[in-house]
């Protein structure tokens, strides 16, 4: 299925008037990732039906989507690198960013309404839904950096708007596509869903407690940036002093990400983030159940949970 995700994107045609337009568009998606997404999205369909390539078009589809709002993240947050290579906006600059993420979004619209037409309002809806959900992730994203203090349930609604989304729909999507009842293709959301809260909590863990030799870049940047991460708020919540001594003797990057990671300690915050992550995994595993897949299929994505909520990078 990953094959059949590099050569739909490697087949790609794009426009031949501009190619300063799509030049970023290829640069951005040969660059690789974890290609989640679209393999959910394949999987899905194969577990429905037997035939992955199917949701081909909608695989692709979702995982342009993804790599649009990579293009703009990294516009917004100023970002220098994204997957080890320049961003694009660092690359082509900011406005060359915007308009090729444009493009790349309406590309995505173009693959995901491919489809059989019996199921096409279905798809859209799903799609454009899903995209608001993850505008709005963003948008709270960005007013959290300006505040001072933020509740966990307004920081995992955060995530699952701005992450977990997606994933759910990925996997609805294939259900849909290959044919599954409604039961079938909410549980299959909400696995996707759950999984995305998980995944994203286990990223900000990493961030903080991961091995920067295996997670591939340096750790405490959450920390230095005041990120609203659950480890942070939680943090706040219960050491409120400890945390605003702990930011004022941070002189520097290795101070104040040591001060800050000993509170952490202090209060056991690793064991508790991962039992949170391991709560959601469970979530998921149990919304799987009710999709009433053959055993192969749920042995497969159930595997992929567990490899997911605790991967080291």
């Keep these: 299925m990953l094959e059949l995700v590099e050569t739909g994107l490697a087949e790609i045609k794009y426009p031949e008037r501009t190619p300063g337009l799509v030049r970023p568009i290829a640069y951005t998606l040969e660059a690789g990732g974890k290609r989640l ?19 081909l ?11 649009f709002t990579l293009i703009h993240d990294d516009v917004m947050d100023n970002a220098d690198r994204r997957r080890g290579r320049l961003t694009v906006h660092r690359r ?17 619209t173009q ?19 899903t995209a608001m959900e993850v505008y709005e992730g963003q948008q709270l994203d960005t007013e959290f950096e300006k505040l001072d203090r933020v ?8 995530i699952r708007l701005k992450t977990s989304v997606l994933l759910g729909c990925a996997c609805r999507m294939g259900a849909l596509v290959g044919g599954a009842d409604d039961v079938v293709q909410q549980a299959m959301y909400d696995f996707g869903m759950n999984l995305g809260v998980a995944f994203q909590l286990r990223d ?11 997670f591939g870049k340096s750790i405490g940047g959450d920390i230095v940036n005041r990120k609203k991460t659950w480890l942070y708020i939680t943090a706040c919540r ?23 990671k000993k509170i952490y300690e202090q209060l056991d915050l690793s064991c508790r983030c991962d039992a949170l992550i391991s709560e959601y995994c469970e ?11 053959d055993a192969e299929s749920c042995d497969w994505f159930a595997d992929l949970a567990h490899k997911l909520s605790s991967r080291a990078k």
Excluded at 57 to 67: D, K, P, S
Excluded at 283 to 293: F, G, H, I, Q, T
């Design 57 to 67: 078009r909608q695989a692709l589809a979702v995982e342009m989507f993804h790599n």
């Design 204 to 214: 900000d863990w990493l961030d903080t407690f991961g091995d920067p030799a295996v």
């Design 283 to 293: 979530k998921a595993l149990e919304s799987l159940d009710r999709a009433c897949l």
């Design 111 to 129: 693959y995901v309404a491919d489809c059989d037409r019996s199921v096409l309002p279905e798809v859209l809806d799903l799609f454009n839904r």
């Design 238 to 260: 219960e050491a409120h002093d400890q945390m605003a001594r702990a930011y004022e003797r941070g002189t520097t990057k290795g101070r104040l990400v040591g001060g800050v």
């Design 37 to 55: 997404r679209p393999l959910f999205v394949l999987a899905a369909c194969q577990a429905v039906c037997g035939d992955a390539e199917r949701a």
């Design 151 to 158: 509740t966990v349930a307004r920081y995992i609604e955060m």
């Design 92 to 108: 082509w600059g900011a406005v060359q960013a915007i308009l090729s993420g444009d493009a790349l979004l309406t590309m995505a």
